[in-house]
Structures are given as C-alpha cells and as structure tokens.
C-alpha cells in the first residue's frame, strides 16, 4: 500500500496547489476566529470599563442632587420665621422718630398714605424696627425697616400693593418694598446687580425669582437663569454689556474634591483588638 505522503507526491501540480491553498486557508480562520475572539474580549471589557465610569457619575449626579436639595429645604426651612416679615428700602435714617415705640406708628402711616390703603382697615403690625446694623454715614444707604404683620394675608396684600406702584417716593427718597430673605439668600439675589441695571438700561423686564433666579423677558423669548455666572455669560453673548463672572468650581467637581477618603496612618484599634492585647500582657505578666 502506498502511504499518503506518496500519493501526494504522485499527484499532478494542480491537485497540490488545491491541497495547500484549503491548508492556508484552515490555518487563516483559526487565526482570525482567535483575532476575533481577543478583539471582542477587548470590545467588552472596554464597555464594563465605561458602564462603571458612567455608574460613578450618575452616583455623584444623585448624591449632588441630594445635597442640592437638602440645601434648598434648609433654605426655606430657615425663611419659614420670615414669611410674615417685609422690608422697606430707602426711609432715610432717623425719619421713624428717636424711640422704638414711634417705628409702628410711622410705618403704618407710611404705607396708608402711599399705598392707598383703607384706614378702617387694620394693618396688624406685630413690631417693626432697622435692621440691626450699625447706624451707616450720612451719605450711604440707610438700613431698611423690617415689619412683622401677625397676618400673611395682610402682609402680601401690602407687599402686592407696593410692587403694583413699582413702589413710591416719599420726600424726595425713591422706597421700596420686598420679602424679608435670610442673609445668604440675599447675598445672592444682590449678585445680580449690575445685571439688572443693564437690563433696566436696555428697557429689557425681568423678574428676581426666590431664592436667587432671575427671569428675563428677552424679545425672542424667556429665559431663566440658575446663577449670576450663567446670566452673564449667556446675556454677554447677546451683545449686552455684561462682565463675566468667572464660574466657580461645579457642585460635581466639590463632591468629589470633598469625598470620604481613608486617613492615612496606622488604623484604630478596636474593641477586640484592644482586649487580646490586654489578655497578651496578662498572660505574660502571670508567667514572669
């Protein structure tokens, strides 16, 4: 019998050639099946790699949205005290009289006069006072007038009726009325200064909304914005004379500046810890 290594020799060219191209082309789809094989194996591990960076962010997302909230709710929380409470901007010092009794009677009269309001109508004015700021020089602005109603009712009647009037000039000195915001609240809401007088000097209306967002009515449309860094960057790119506020660090980025990370340094003891060493030195003090 001949053997198959003669029978291919004996074979004519033809049939050789044919037996070594299925030889080649075996041996090239293992090879590409294995090329497959690591190119997918790769192809997962990259998407498990982005499923878990993408997790990371949707967590930190949720966890600044939380402390957003929290935040928000403390706010409110905190200006609960305050809803009965209103402002007066502008009285000139020393027009409310020399003693705390004579603010109430002068501050109702104030806003009857200006404001057109009844006077059998009882206005229910639980106290009123200056903001407790040192008395400022003659040529700054004076402090405003807080006054606590016992009725929130009666409190934004008198609130709507003044920003109804734009509100009213009273001896030469233009007054105002606004809500009673808590000192941060209205740290924020003055951010917005220089963007306002703009706005007013472009006959362009806009609203202050609570706690620090304003609302600008634009020809096009109506925008709202978030922070004084976003207005200013969006109504610069409008053609406004705005500056442009730098934009502190995200919410995002101080949540993960700020994270919880393992101290370094040696590890507490625990209680366990603690008492096998005590047993330790108990048993070798017995010994010696």
């Known amino acids: 019998m001949t053997s198959k290594k003669?029978?291919?020799?004996?074979?004519?060219?033809?049939?050789?050639?044919?037996?070594?191209?299925?030889?080649?082309?075996?041996?090239?789809?293992?090879?590409?099946g294995e090329?497959?094989?690591?190119?997918?194996?790769?192809?997962?591990?990259?998407?498990?790699?982005?499923?878990?960076?993408?997790?990371?962010?949707?967590t930190l997302r949720l966890k600044t949205r939380y402390c957003t909230d929290k935040f928000e709710i403390g706010q409110s929380g905190r200006d609960t005290p305050r809803r009965k409470n209103i402002r007066i901007y502008g009285v000139p010092e020393g027009a409310e009289g020399s003693t705390a009794l004579s603010v109430i009677p002068f501050v109702e009269q104030l806003l009857r006069e200006n404001l057109d309001l009844p006077t059998t109508k009882d206005l229910l004015i639980e106290r009123a006072h200056r903001a407790l700021a040192p008395r400022p020089p003659v040529d700054s602005q004076p402090r405003s007038i807080i006054i606590r109603f016992q009725s929130y009712r009666?409190?934004?009647?008198?609130?709507?009726?003044?920003?109804?009037?734009?509100?009213?000039?009273?001896?030469?000195?233009?007054i105002n009325l606004d809500h009673d915001y808590a000192p941060d609240v209205?740290?924020?809401?003055?951010?917005?200064?220089?963007?306002?007088?703009?706005?007013?000097?472009?006959?362009?209306?806009?609203?202050?909304?609570?706690?620090?967002?304003?609302?600008?009515?634009?020809?096009?449309?109506?925008?709202?914005?978030?922070?004084?860094?976003?207005?200013?960057?969006?109504?610069?790119?409008?053609?406004?004379?705005?500056?442009?506020?730098e934009r502190p660090v995200s919410s995002l980025e101080k949540l993960q500046r700020y994270s919880w990370m393992p101290a370094p340094g040696r590890r507490k003891r625990?209680?366990?810890?603690?008492?096998?060493?005590?047993?330790r030195e108990v048993s070798e003090g017995t010994s010696n």
């Open 154 to 174: 009666i409190k934004d009647e008198v609130l709507r009726a003044a920003w109804q009037r734009k509100g009213f000039t009273w001896k030469g000195s233009k």
């Open 35 to 58: 090329a497959g094989g690591e190119d997918k194996l790769s192809l997962i591990l990259k998407e498990i790699r982005e499923m878990r960076e993408e997790n990371k962010k949707h």
């Open 270 to 279: 625990g209680f366990k810890e603690k008492l096998q060493v005590f047993r």
């Open 186 to 245: 209205l740290a924020r809401r003055k951010e917005y200064g220089e963007i306002r007088r703009v706005l007013k000097a472009s006959s362009i209306r806009f609203q202050t909304l609570y706690p620090a967002r304003l609302k600008v009515f634009l020809k096009d449309e109506t925008k709202i914005y978030d922070s004084v860094e976003e207005a200013a960057s969006d109504l610069a790119d409008k053609g406004l004379p705005v500056t442009r506020v």
């Open 6 to 32: 003669s029978q291919r020799r004996n074979a004519p060219l033809h049939e050789k050639n044919f037996e070594d191209e299925d030889a080649n082309s075996v041996s090239q789809d293992e090879g590409s």
